[in-house]
């Protein structure tokens, strides 16, 4: 099983400020097979990023991704205020097929 | 413009079968792979399994032994039954339909997402 450990739990920042969030897997996953989401309260997750660094439809290009290998970045460059959610990384592989990291909080500071 | 909808009971009893339906409207069934993915209040998401067009089948390994995911081609829509659910069962269900292709795998759309209770 590949265990994705994200950092930091949480974060606290202020809007403007540039968020980085950090997405570690115990084993190499492939780029395409990893992908960043976002929820609000009572809200499903939204695509954020998919292979690694490709912004999903629609999504600002404040935000981005990188990585390779088993660490992997989700940068946010100037935080707005509807920014502040909680963000999962997710990766497909092999059993389990899919699997999500437990979370990065991002509060207003 | 796709969307999907979860639909079954809110409240099932300790040790019966949870059951929920996901009903896709704008995008065909018949493509893709159709997901069940839960959150228990407060805390993570966890995978449950996918179900492909084609009938395949893939599940949680955790979950296996009770899980069970089909579709319903003519109706649009697939389905989840859990077995033997606890008080540990209860969760937030999402159904969601996964992209893969290109050796790129993520979720693109998502349900809002049904609140099942397991209790007496």
């Known amino acids: 099983e590949t265990v994705l450990t994200q950092s930091p739990g949480t974060l606290s920042l202020s809007p403007g400020a540039r968020a980085t969030l950090s997405c570690r897997a115990s084993q190499r996953v492939s780029s395409g097979y990893l992908a960043w989401y976002q929820q609000k309260p009572g809200q499903a997750p939204r695509l954020l990023i998919y292979?690694?660094?490709n912004r999903a439809t629609g999504i600002p290009d404040r935000f981005s991704g990188r990585g390779s290998g088993t660490d992997f970045t989700l940068t946010i460059s100037r935080l707005e205020p509807e920014d502040f959610a909680v963000y999962y990384c997710q990766q497909y592989g092999i059993s389990p097929a899919i699997t999500f990291g437990q979370g990065t909080r991002l509060e207003i500071k | 413009q796709v969307q999907l909808q979860e639909s079954g009971p809110g409240l099932v009893k300790p040790s019966e079968t949870l059951s929920l339906t996901c009903t896709v409207t704008?995008?065909?069934?018949?493509?893709?792979?159709w997901n069940w993915i839960r959150q228990p209040p407060g805390k993570g998401l966890e995978w449950i399994g996918y179900?492909?067009?084609?009938?395949?089948?893939n599940y949680n390994p955790s979950l296996k032994s009770r899980v069970t995911i089909s579709l319903e081609t003519s109706k649009s829509q697939f389905s989840l039954k859990l077995s033997s659910v606890t008080a540990a069962d209860t969760a937030i269900y999402y159904c969601?339909?996964?992209?893969?292709?290109?050796?790129?795998?993520?979720?693109?759309?998502w349900g809002q997402g049904s609140l099942v209770t397991v209790s007496s």
């Open positions: 292979a690694a660094s």
């Open positions: 969601a339909r996964g992209h893969y292709g290109d050796y790129i795998w993520y979720f693109d759309n």
């Open positions: 179900i492909h067009y084609s009938g395949s089948s």
């Open positions: 704008g995008a065909s069934i018949s493509s893709s792979f």
